[in-house]
């Protein structure tokens, strides 16, 4: 379906060059007036003839070179704009002299991707200019039936004062709100760390603090994060948490030596401790690296030495702090298995795109010496937890780890939907991430058989 909508949109975009001249067609350098360039599969893609059209709003930027081939890019709606290139409202295109019927797509459900940006829109003087790059996938067959998959990789376009023709309607703009839906260029979305907070019931009554405190400790030469929440009256709960615990389900202990984790309460009335006896705390985030802790716990409070008979109840307890605050940003650390082999990427790259409204992240590795990819992507504004994967950026809000065996070929090998992301700890104030990935990496177009295992772990700073 993909596959003849292309068609015949390089049909009508170009079949009509043929026969009568194009408005805004001429011929131009790279860096003037007019000019369409770019980096096809490294080499350079210069057109002498350009043509852009606006219909009822949507705007179609084309170039073809001296030997024919075609690159194009559509936009569903216009304003001065950052665009995300796997979208079905716009994507980019491009088709060779010798197969024009099967172009190259960087619609992200068959696999591709990119993105483009307007910078100038002139309404009056009906110019556009901007730049883009993508990654084109399309499907071959051979003469015996089989269908393979080819990539064609475009950087560095850059479209400068190319003329537009009015088809129909007007030649307005609209807001890059209305084009991302919500993200636009004009930022990223505001995502903010929760406040620090507490809340647990004593005996069946709300303990309502007025006092919420972390702090580090060493104890033994080992960190210890005591966590500290007092009432109006001086009534404490308070844990003291090995930093070395990390995310889970813990048994607290009655008396602390600095190794064990316990918790605590007392009145406020008398100076006795009352210590976790039995206890329970579950971590759902937790992390040295952000400093952020995430707990829900419950303990029976007792005197550890057996001479007070007083027995506390504290139940349905949770709290949220960064213990923390100025941890500021991490190197960016990513570390992986292929089938049980070592992957250690010389290069990591982290950016932004907006699909569909939604910003993604992408994460993308390399090793330049075997020559391998691994990449992942998923929502910015993603919360901790444990996230089933899947092969194709559609709405922006999937969750897709790629392998690439061999850079360069054309089979990418995808996450499905057995697949997990878990975001472990994530810092919105800083764009600090930490996380673990684990799945089967297959061709999801299934011209190739082949399977590979990747488990791995991550901690990335998003710029």
Do not use: H
């Amino acid at each position: 379906m993909l596959r003849w909508i292309f068609f015949v949109f390089l049909g009508c975009s170009f079949i009509a060059c043929e026969n009568e001249p194009l408005e805004g067609e001429f011929i131009v350098d790279d860096g003037s007036e007019g000019a369409f360039t770019a980096v096809v599969d490294g080499e350079t893609f210069s057109a002498s003839t350009t043509s852009a059209q606006m219909n009822d709003g949507a705007l179609i930027i084309s170039g073809i070179d001296g030997g024919g081939n075609v690159v194009a890019l559509t936009f569903g709606a216009v304003g001065e704009c950052t665009y995300d290139l796997s979208s079905i409202n716009s994507f980019g295109v491009f088709a060779t002299s010798a197969t024009p019927d099967n172009p190259f797509s960087s619609v992200g459900i068959s696999g591709g991707s990119g993105s483009a940006t307007i910078i100038d829109f002139n309404v009056n003087g009906q110019t556009v200019s901007g730049a883009f790059s993508f990654n084109g996938i399309r499907e071959v067959t051979d003469g015996n039936g089989n269908t393979s998959t080819e990539v064609v990789v475009i950087t560095e376009g850059i479209f400068n004062s190319i003329p537009f023709e009015v088809i129909s309607g007007e030649p307005t703009t609209v807001s890059c709100d209305e084009i991302n839906g919500g993200g636009g260029s004009g930022g990223d979305p505001v995502l903010e760390d929760p406040e620090d907070s507490f809340y647990a019931l004593v005996d069946g009554e709300e303990f309502v603090d007025i006092s919420f405190v972390s702090e580090v400790i060493v104890v033994g030469g080992e960190n210890v994060i005591k966590v500290l929440a007092t009432n109006d009256i001086g009534a404490k709960v308070e844990f003291f948490i090995p930093e070395s615990l990390g995310v889970g389900t813990f048994e607290m202990q009655p008396i602390f030596d600095g190794a064990t984790l316990v918790g605590s309460y007392s009145d406020g009335e008398t100076s006795e401790n009352l210590t976790s006896n039995p206890g329970t705390i579950t971590f759902t985030e937790f992390s040295e690296i952000t400093g952020k802790l995430n707990a829900t716990f419950s303990f029976t409070a007792t005197d550890p030495l057996g001479s007070d008979p007083t027995v506390v109840e504290i139940t349905q307890g949770e709290f949220n702090i960064d213990y923390k605050p100025d941890s500021g940003t991490a190197e960016n650390v990513f570390i992986a298995t292929i089938d049980g082999e070592d992957y250690v990427p010389t290069s990591i790259d982290i950016t932004k795109q907006p699909i569909n409204g939604v910003f993604a992240v992408n994460l993308t590795t390399q090793n330049a010496d075997t020559n391998q990819g691994v990449s992942l992507s998923f929502p910015l504004d993603i919360e901790v937890g444990s996230y089933a994967m899947a092969p194709f950026q559609e709405t922006g809000n999937e969750k897709v780890g790629i392998y690439n065996p061999n850079i360069g070929s054309s089979i990418l090998f995808k996450s499905d939907e057995n697949g997990t992301l878990t975001i472990n700890s994530y810092q919105y104030s800083n764009g600090v991430v930490v996380g673990s990935f684990s799945y089967v990496a297959s061709d999801p177009l299934d011209n190739d058989m082949t399977t590979y295992e990747v488990i791995g772990s991550f901690v990335i700073t998003i710029p």
